[in-house]
């Protein structure tokens, strides 16, 4: 995945393609201390923020919502905005790429070079997570000989993953919100990246979704454009079938997997008090009768004892995504001191007792 599928559904390729950067910038991208690539992450998505904005006006505009602005001028500031998040992103891939973790983060499906940039940026493998300092803020922790990042957890709980984590009131918010969100997108990508529902499509079944797709784009396509649509599909989705076996779908893979273990036990009424729990909840949620008509369909699953698909959806996610995250804690580890990785996972096997149970990270050594 390149850059380019998150910063916008409308952008294409030949855009990021296009933006040129001084040679000179490029080298000073790559020579970013962590707290520089953190703003610049920052400043990534603010641009963002601020160029939908301009584009969101701009439709106001046109569709007559709100004829107080200038359409033309938004339009100009739209361009230039979109022009410098491009410029911001390309940066950061140029950061990503001169780094051994970052290439071997991007070498996994799913992964682009923002969402990369941004564990890089806010992941940091010296912060101390010692035992006997917990609760005390990390700049009033003496100095002291720190081993930095312990396990995987340690990020998991810094990127607001560890369920048994509680936001109480008044207390700083335990997590950290920008790695946060960029875990669920991680998430997100790991599970468009490959549809199961049209694998198993049979031949007629594939017809119709084709015809219908083109049909939703305004195209009504004849016998003769189907079936040579047919064989293309057939191709693609073949070919697809056959990557996702590669080392770099291991996430993608783990995703899937995961979604039928957790259906299996959704069904088996396994999650039983969890939606006795959400059910609870709900009611804090539903406020008008437009929201209770929402939300009915959900409601009905909760109260028979059951989870929403969604919601077994995100729990698949999340699996997947810590996995991701210890194994890039591990690769980390294993490039910052230079240990092959059963070496640097110690405190790991050390923990779990027995380094049978292990799963190495995928494409790593790196091919
Ligand atoms: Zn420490």
């Known amino acids: 995945m390149t850059g380019i599928e998150e910063l916008s559904e409308t952008m294409e390729q030949e855009d990021f393609d296009q933006i040129k950067i001084s040679k000179e910038q490029l080298t000073e991208a790559t020579k970013f201390s962590q707290n520089q690539l953190r703003a610049m992450v920052d400043m990534y998505y603010n641009l963002q923020k601020l160029r939908c904005g301009a584009a969101n006006k701009k439709r106001a505009h046109d569709q007559q919502y709100d004829t107080l602005f ?23 891939e140029t950061y990503v790429k001169s780094k051994p973790l970052g290439q071997w983060a991007l070498s996994i499906t799913g992964l682009g070079a923002i969402t990369v940039a941004s564990l890089m940026g806010h992941i940091d493998f010296s912060s101390c997570c010692c035992e006997q300092y917990d609760g005390i803020p990390r700049k009033k922790r003496p100095k002291h000989n720190c081993p930095g990042l312990m396990y995987g957890s340690n990020i998991h709980s810094f990127a607001g993953l560890n369920p048994n984590q509680v936001w109480e009131k008044g207390q700083r918010r335990p997590w950290n919100a ?42 009504i396509l004849t ?42 036990n959704n069904e088996a009424g396994k999650y039983k008090r969890e939606a006795e729990k959400r059910l609870a909840l709900y009611k804090k949620v539903v406020k008008s009768a437009e929201d209770e008509k929402k939300y009915a369909e959900g409601k009905k699953i909760l109260m028979s004892g059951k989870l929403t698909p969604k919601a077994i959806e995100e729990r698949s996610k999340r699996y997947a995504v810590k996995f991701f995250l210890s194994h890039y804690f591990d690769v980390g580890k294993s490039l910052l001191t230079g240990e092959p990785i059963e070496r640097a996972v110690k405190p790991w096997i050390i923990q779990h007792g027995g380094h049978s149970c292990y799963i190495p990270p995928p494409n790593f050594p790196m091919k």
């Open 178 to 219: 920008r790695l946060k969100t960029t875990c669920w997108q991680i998430g997100e990508s790991f599970k468009k990246a490959f549809s199961v529902k049209k694998t198993k499509m049979d031949d007629k079944q594939l017809r119709i979704a084709l015809y219908d797709a083109a049909k939703a784009k305004n195209k």
């Open 70 to 92: 200038d359409s033309i001028l938004m339009d100009v500031m739209k361009d230039r905005l979109f022009e410098m998040e491009l410029k911001t992103g390309k940066i950061l």
């Open 223 to 264: 016998e003769d454009q189907l079936n040579e649509k047919m064989i293309k599909e057939k191709k693609r989705l073949a070919k697809k079938v056959e990557s996702i076996k590669g080392e770099e779908w291991f996430y993608v893979r783990l995703y899937h997997n995961r979604l039928i273990y957790e259906n299996a």
